[in-house]
């Protein structure tokens, strides 16, 4: 299992020579299984990278979305595979109550947001909506389930073999806690992490900023660290970082997080590019 990070940040896209090491673009990872199978996860605005790698190599792909906000949208319209005849696309996402996952996503690609409507894109696409049972994506078996993030969000599972990846973007499992962490029935996504090769996680803030942002949905890198900890990962990667934070003060956050929080896993840095191989 190939994993690579095409955006990094939340939020909001912010490019700039501040944050050319950790990069600038919002949440998109690709996933690439022994068989060619490929998975990406979320479509903020690094997925436009991972489209123009495809195009040509690829006549599947599956964009699996942890939900609907805009800095985890904004990129799918500018994916070059969906503008492909001949190219089947398929699309999941968190199941909704009133209107289907194509009918709200169709919402941001028509216009006034967007010039070109779904209908019109020359891809052959496919919608599917989760969580439900565990299901197989080529030779992937992925699991859903339900996190702590304002409106209906997942975070997944993804086994390939005997190797698991677990992306949980956005999350604050700390929400509502007398005490966190709190024992493991109790904590949001314990069951989607526990004993992953690779976790990547929320980490958007630093504890003063989290003290300001409860209910917000994201969790501060100590919090992401003593979740990794509990759910007995062997490598985790910090993701989501906040736009306002520069490379240097992630360096910094990151340090002083290890020194309150020791590691019992590998961290890997959250930075754009970055290619991670689970097993041979």
Excluded at 126 to 142: A, D, Q, S, Y
Aim: aromatic residues 8%.
């Amino acid at each position: 299992m190939k994993v690579q990070l095409w955006g990094t940040r939340g939020s909001l896209a912010s490019p700039g020579p501040d944050t050319v090491r950790y990069g600038g673009n919002t949440s998109s990872v690709s996933v690439e299984g022994r068989e060619g199978t490929v998975l990406a996860l979320d479509a903020g605005t690094g997925i436009r990278c991972l489209g123009q790698k495809l195009v040509g190599e690829v006549t599947k792909v599956h964009i699996l979305l942890t939900h609907l906000h805009m800095d985890h949208l904004q990129g799918l319209p500018f994916f070059a595979p969906l503008r492909r005849a001949g190219v089947e696309v398929h699309i999941w996402g968190p199941a909704s109550t009133t209107l289907s996952l194509a009918s709200r996503l169709q919402r941001y690609l028509s216009p006034p947001l967007f010039p070109v409507s779904v209908r019109e894109l020359p891809s052959e696409l496919h919608f599917h909506e989760l969580p439900g049972e565990t299901v197989e994506i080529g030779e992937f078996r992925v699991t859903a389930q339900l996190v702590i993030h304002p409106n209906p969000t997942i975070g997944y599972r993804i086994r390939e073999g005997d190797r698991t990846l677990t992306y949980l973007p956005d999350h604050e499992p700390a929400l509502g806690l007398p005490q966190y962490p709190p024992p493991k029935d109790w904590l949001s996504g314990y069951a989607i992490a526990a004993g992953a090769d690779l976790l990547i996680h929320d980490s958007q803030y630093t504890p003063q900023e989290y003290g300001d942002r409860v209910g917000f949905g994201h969790s501060s890198l100590q919090q992401a660290l003593q979740f990794a900890n509990l759910t007995n990962v062997r490598r985790m990667i910090p993701f989501h970082h906040d736009p306002s934070h520069s490379d240097d003060a992630i360096d910094h956050l990151t340090e002083q997080a290890l020194n309150e929080v020791p590691a019992a896993f590998k961290l890997i840095p959250g930075k754009e590019g970055t290619v991670v191989q689970l097993g041979a």
